[in-house]
T-cell receptor
Framework: DAGVIQSPRHEVTEMGQEVTLRCKPI?????LFWYRQTMMRGLELLIY????????DSGMPEDRFSAKMPNASFSTLKIQPSEPRDSAVYFC?????????????FGAGSRLTVL | AQSVTQPDIHITVSEGASLELRCNYS??????LFWYVQSPGQGLQLLLK??????LVQGIKGFEAEFKRSQSSFNLRKPSVHWSDAAEYFC???????????FGAGTTVTVRA
């Protein structure tokens, strides 16, 4: 299995621009998570999906952030408009219901820099 | 709400020496506990996990951790570190039927020759 695939790996953009981060979970996994990692706040859960349905989005910072999962093999995290304080590494992770379901497999992350 | 505390932000250890990373959790029910490792520029890799049973769990790369309910701790240990163990280590807590994890702030390990 190719693991959790995230793109882009690096993104540099200017304040006010729209940013879209993408994630392909492991095939057969029915849970997908978006985390954000910063020096100040560590790893924060932004949102997670089960069977493509958002279950908990309480970690989404504000309305500028949105996430979708149109099908079992694809999810996006969008920031519009972006701000410098959004600079962080964004991780996607997935797992499946059942034994060991709490074991998340992480992607390599998307490093976002907003100038 | 569940939470994790990793008291040590940074630890420096000599190659070949032993390593212990501390983790304390707060959770009302039986926790599921994890240690992940993150090498520079990489994602998080699972080292080991505890769900139930034997409180001493073995993981990859020669790491082990011990669950102590009375101390709400899940400390990670390695008897002899290698230079390749230099990384950031995260302790995390989850729960049965609650698939999201809460992570500690992480401990950065530096290995000196």
């Amino acid at each position: 299995d190719a693991g959790v695939i995230q793109s882009p790996r690096h993104e540099v953009t200017e304040m006010g621009q729209e940013v879209t981060l993408r994630c392909k979970p492991i095939s057969g996994h029915d849970y997908l998570f978006w985390y954000r990692q910063t020096m100040m706040r560590g790893l924060e859960l932004l949102i997670y999906f089960n069977n493509n349905v958002p279950i908990d989005d309480s970690g989404m910072p504000e309305d500028r952030f949105s996430a979708k999962m149109p099908n079992a093999s694809f999810s996006t995290l969008k920031i519009q408009p972006s701000e410098p304080r959004d600079s962080a590494v964004y991780f996607c992770a997935s797992t499946r219901t059942g034994a060991g379901a709490n074991v998340l497999t992480f992607g390599a992350g998307s490093r976002l820099t907003v100038l | 709400a569940q939470s994790v505390t990793q008291p040590d932000i940074h630890i420096t250890v000599s190659e070949g020496a032993s390593l212990e990373l501390r983790c304390n959790y707060s959770y009302g029910a039986t926790p599921y506990l994890f240690w992940y490792v993150q090498s520079p520029g990489q994602g998080l890799q699972l080292l080991l996990k505890y769900f139930s049973g034997d409180t001493l769990v073995q993981g990859i790369k020669g790491f082990e951790a011990e669950f102590k309910r009375s101390q709400s701790s899940f400390n990670l240990r390695k008897p002899s570190v290698h230079w390749s163990d230099a990384a950031e280590y995260f302790c995390a807590v989850g729960a049965l039927n609650d698939y999201k994890l809460s992570f500690g702030a992480g401990t950065t390990v530096t290995v000196r020759a």
